[in-house]
């Protein structure tokens, strides 16, 4: 008698079980088509009400952005009297107690930017508006960060994951006045390494430029990888690659191509990261045709990616990199 009631029991569980089931895939389903018809419905008013399709577009513009700590070029400055200032090039800040970064030939790899961080957060302005981003909130505020690349690799300039030791960001959380920490040996070992000429290196690594920083919030204008998202999924399947769509970007100057940190990244073909990359957030993008559009031999989009976990956590082990040419 017990064991045909706790066959019931078990049957009566299998039963239910198959059920929620497959309850669950028709609510899925049933989500996706009514996602999708909302989506179809919105790209026909395009056609039959543009004014409404506008004001769609600034709702869903709203749901989607991304504020972005934009960068300009400043001009040239002294690489040694600014070495504890944000810049891009030159004789970087490093702490003498640590290993400077070398690529697998031993070489040392050169200074992509580096970024005071109390100055740039000095501003109030900045620093209010990125206390209260979803994202930006998680960048330090205070220290440096340092992004490092290998001038010497012809290919992508070590700009690539399958490059061992190609590229390195570190964060250095207090900044230490002391000429010990200056990295003028390696430096000037990487200077007059013969394997650097005019026609080679993709920049002078001789010179420093300043920067200034502004913000803006970005809109993707190109197919990119993210973790799933509801809002992007509806973003991307009724606007992107629309006229209106790059009328609207070009109108609210909300387009995601500067040199930056944050925001959407711009890509000159792919973005070549997989999907199921975590490493979302855009640690730093330069843009090649206006921020050194005459330095360097080719042009293209440069990335260093992290992970939302990592930035908070101010892990910079596992950054992504890569260089996007066309």
Not at 47 to 55: D, T, V
Not at 269 to 289: I, K, M
Request: charged letters at 25%.
């Amino acid at each position: 008698m017990d064991f045909i009631v706790v066959c019931l029991i078990l049957v009566l569980y299998c039963v239910i079980r198959s059920t929620l089931k497959v309850l669950e895939i028709r609510w899925k389903n049933k989500r996706k088509q009514n996602h999708y018809f909302i989506s179809d419905w919105i790209k026909k008013i395009k056609y039959k009400n543009p004014r409404l399709f506008q004001k769609s577009m600034l709702a869903n513009f709203k749901k989607v952005q991304r504020l972005a700590i934009c960068i300009t070029d400043s001009g040239v400055i002294d690489s040694i009297s600014h070495v504890y200032s944000s810049k891009f090039g030159g004789v970087p800040y490093f702490p003498q107690n640590l290993e400077y970064p070398r690529n697998s030939y031993g070489e040392p790899l050169a200074l992509m930017a580096q970024f005071n961080l109390g100055e740039i957060f000095a501003d109030s302005e900045m620093l209010q508006a990125c206390q209260s981003d979803d994202l930006l909130k998680y960048l330090p505020k205070t220290g440096m960060l340092s992004f490092f690349y290998d001038v010497l690799d012809d290919d992508l300039f070590g700009l690539d994951d399958e490059v061992e030791d190609g590229y390195k960001v570190y964060y250095f959380p207090e900044i230490i006045e002391d000429n010990a920490n200056v990295a003028h040996a390696t430096y000037n070992e990487l200077c007059t390494n013969n394997r650097i000429e005019d026609d080679f290196a993709p920049a002078d690594v001789k010179v420093s430029r300043a920067i200034t920083t502004f913000l803006k919030h970005t809109l993707p204008t190109s197919d990119f990888n993210v973790p799933n998202s509801r809002e992007l999924r509806e973003f991307r399947h009724v606007f992107l690659g629309s006229k209106a769509y790059e009328s609207f970007v070009a109108d609210k100057n909300v387009d995601p191509s500067d040199t930056s940190i944050g925001g959407y990244p711009a890509f000159a073909q792919w973005d070549g990261r997989a999907e199921d990359d975590l490493r979302s957030f855009t640690l730093l993008q330069v843009n090649l045709y206006s921020f050194y559009s005459k330095e360097w031999r080719r042009s293209g989009i440069l990335h260093y990616f992290i992970s939302e976990e990592d930035l908070k956590n101010l892990k910079f082990s596992d950054v992504s990199a890569n260089f996007d040419c066309d």
